[in-house]
């Protein structure tokens, strides 16, 4: 396993880039440490695949470097990098068994038998499939295909990373979970360097100790996921991570104090010298409560999700979403929100412009 150095990179897929749209990934500098569980979230569009292409050696980045630990790979081709790559769809030969389906890649490496069987049956051990090991993958089930596809992107131990591109996509929604908490529990075992690349929130944050969020081919903040959760560097990340996202809330700043509809809003700290072209207040749902007092609001929307209610309420012509777990207000009732000041965060063009508490 390596670390992995991802170096003032960009990348056009036009001849003559001249202007930041031009550029898919627009600058990237950054590093997967070596043993790392990362994933890269972002929505379609965003530039993950490019990305992915350019670790693996499909593609050439127009500017930039990657090295694996200090060498310089930028150049090298795809079988000359020591990757293995778990697609969206499985890759195995329906005609051999799971045995040999796993051992393909060892044998493929000359690796000798007495090896290829242990790590096989190692393998086949941490994906509870050693029954399946003398039956044809033809007959496998489309969520067993997938897990015999993974295991063969980890059964080599001599590999830089292992990187899975959607990897759930084909999977039924109820055998989702297991596949997820089966590969967390690999990584752990393995402690290979994987980078897990997906569009959904849920996969990345159970997944992955460090998350790498993309937005428009630029990384806007890469955390844990309480860190994203909890103190989302961009509003995009407010937005985009959270069941429902973060409220992003228009609102002025004067004399230091940051105004939304007409009330001053304690913020979690000071703001932040400068200027910008918008200000608006974050504030998770989950940081919102109905009190006796504090914004008056009207609610519009009451949704009982199980374990907890989403109440929507207009303040002014905002909306605010809040969750609760008692008993929700009636459609149409004038209620009163209060904001957790220490969760309270100003974003100046979209970035994080309080300091935090006790900075
Ligand atoms: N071969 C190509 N030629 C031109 N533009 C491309 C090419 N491949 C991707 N792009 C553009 O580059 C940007 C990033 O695309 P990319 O496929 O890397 O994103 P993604 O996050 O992987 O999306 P998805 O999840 O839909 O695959 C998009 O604007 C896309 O239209």
Redesign the pocket.
């Known amino acids: 396993m390596a670390k992995i150095t991802l170096s003032n990179l960009r990348h056009s897929?036009y001849p003559n880039p001249s202007k930041p749209d031009d550029y898919?990934l627009k600058h990237l500098d950054l590093s997967w440490e070596d043993g790392g569980a990362y994933a890269l979230l972002?929505p379609?569009?965003?530039?993950?695949?490019?990305l992915l292409n350019i670790i693996s050696g499909l593609l050439v980045p127009s500017e930039g470097k990657i090295l694996f630990d200090d060498k310089d790979v930028t150049h090298l081709k795809p079988a000359e990098r020591n990757i293995a790559q778990v697609f969206q769809f499985p890759v195995i030969y329906d005609t051999m068994t799971v045995f040999d389906n796993l051992a393909f890649p060892l044998r493929n490496r000359q690796v000798d038998e007495a090896t290829v069987k242990s790590r096989v049956e190692a393998i086949a051990d941490m994906l509870e499939v050693t029954d399946m090991l003398g039956t044809k993958a033809a007959g496998l089930s489309p969520d067993n295909k997938q897990k015999i596809s993974m295991g063969r992107g980890l059964v080599r131990d001599d590999i830089n990373v292992v990187m899975f591109d959607e990897p759930l996509t084909v999977i039924d929604p109820h055998l989702k979970w297991k596949l997820r908490s089966k590969l967390k529990e690999l990584h752990q075992e393995l402690k290979a360097t994987m980078i897990y690349v997906t569009?959904d929130q849920t996969e990345a944050l159970t997944f992955a100790d460090q998350v790498v969020v993309m937005q428009e081919g630029e990384v806007v903040q890469i955390g844990t996921p309480v860190e994203l959760f909890e103190r989302p560097t961009h509003t995009f990340v407010g937005h985009f991570i959270g069941s429902p996202g973060m409220n992003i809330l228009p609102c002025e700043v004067s004399g230091g104090k940051a105004m939304f509809n007409g009330q001053s809003i304690t913020l979690e700290g000071e703001i932040e010298a400068g200027e910008g072209k918008s200000n608006e207040i974050g504030i998770r749902p989950e940081h919102v409560t109905i009190a006796d007092n504090g914004l008056e609001a009207v609610v519009s929307k009451v949704s009982d999700v199980g374990r907890h209610n989403v109440v929507e309420a207009m303040v002014g012509g905002t909306k605010v979403a809040s969750i609760t777990e008692e008993s929700a207000p009636n459609l149409g009732e004038s209620i009163h929100l209060q904001f957790d000041p220490a969760k309270t965060r100003l974003y100046r063009d979209g970035w994080i412009a309080t300091k935090s508490a006790g900075a």
């Open positions: 897929y898919a972002g379609s569009g965003c530039g993950k695949s490019t569009h």
